[in-house]
């Protein structure tokens, strides 16, 4: 099902809050991108299918990527918003694989704008990843934001091989400016060689108890984690970085390293979790 196109809301993403949900359909749509690795050389995207909210086209680096930066034979997918939303009622979904030692760089072009509909249901995106021996995918997307009285949740679903190298980088932010927050739920789970290294469920907004305690988000608005995984690289030996107060980078095996911090807004949590990376050194900083 298409719905129209708002550029205003996700273009503007800090703008006055609408007034009233937005009136529309609720949209089911799957789409999915593939890059596999060809004569051990040059990386091939063999499948781009946009479909709804996910419009993919290959571009050129939109900026430093970690790792990958400088790495031309990489594949580059951007995503880009085909509709206004996600709407409540959506049902959303990103299947992404990345084939034996293959190299993709994915990023988005603008944030997410998670808005009410007029059904009163929750929003649903659902990420499903593969990353096979020996491949790399570094994970670049913009921040998602909950729009006051939305309803949203995102499922990010994660399978590496024991050979594979991935960054994940997100951020949520509850609410735009001076905008009371809307509801966000989110469930981030990555197995390697079939065995669980990371597995979190994060829920904010005034709907789930405690979410604005020290505990969970305190008075911030941004929200962000970060996961790496570099195979046998030693990044995450002893490590326990606390960074500001607001910052922790953490070292969940050798060559693993989570990191979470929390902030008053977008810019300033990027520069956190900017600086859990500069703490990596390089190929992770700039």
Known sequence: MLRESHPDATAGAHAPPAAAPVDAAAMTARAAVSCQNVDGAANRLTRLRSEGQFV??????????????GAAAAGRVSVSAGTAGPLGGDRLSLDVYVGPG???????????????????????????????DGATLIWLPEPV??????DHRQDIRVSLAASARFLLREELIVGRHNEAPGNIAQHVRVVRDDRPIYDQNLRLGDRYQGWDSPSVADR????????????????????????????????????VV???AVAADSLALSHALDEVLNRLGPPWSR
Do not use: Y
Request: hydrophobic content about 40%; some cysteine; glycine content about 8%.
């Open 56 to 69: 993919l086209r290959p571009t050129h680096p939109k900026g430093f990527e970690p790792w990958a930066h």
């Open 102 to 132: 293959a190299v993709l760089v994915l990023n988005e072009i603008s944030a997410t704008l998670a808005l009410p509909g007029t059904s009163g249901e929750q929003s649903v995106i659902t990420f499903t990843v593969r990353v096979d």
């Open 145 to 150: 934001i909950a729009a006051r009285n939305c």
């Open 220 to 255: 911030s608005k941004a929200v962000g984690n970060m996961l790496i995984v570099d195979p046998a690289s030693g990044i995450g030996t002893n490590r326990a970085d606390l960074i500001e107060a607001n910052t922790v980078g953490v070292g969940l095996d050798d060559d």
């Open 258 to 260: 989570q990191a979470s």
